[in-house]
């Protein structure tokens, strides 16, 4: 092998080398801090909005909890009254 093909092999794969390293991306500190910084704020706003969206939920559910204990005090009231009548009916 003379010296010219020598070289040109020794630049060829120094080129294949430096091409490759830019070629396969390399993803440096930065960029990756600033894509998850990115992902972190996605995910916060979305938590806060599904806790807002919980919070609702929970706030209708314990309105409904205390109207259904209403009206089920509501009810037992209203068979007990035609007990209480007929008692004393039967009494009189």
């Known amino acids: 092998m003379n010296m010219m ?3 040109f092999r020794a630049i060829g794969l120094v080129a294949a080398l430096v091409g490759s390293g830019l070629v396969s991306g390399c ?3 930065d960029y990756v ?3 998850i910084a990115t992902v972190n704020a996605r995910i ?3 938590e806060q909005t599904l806790n807002g969206r919980i919070d609702a939920v ?3 559910a314990t309105e409904a909890l ?3 204990d209403e ?3 509501k009810a ?3 068979l007990a009254r035609p007990t209480a009548v007929r008692r004393a009916g039967e009494r009189g």
Do not use: H
């Open 66 to 68: 205390r109207r259904a």
């Open 76 to 78: 037992d009231a209203a």
């Open 71 to 73: 009206a089920n005090q």
């Open 33 to 35: 801090d600033k894509q």
């Open 44 to 46: 916060d706003q979305t």
């Open 5 to 7: 093909t020598k070289r």
């Open 58 to 60: 929970d706030q209708k």
């Open 27 to 29: 993803a440096t500190e």
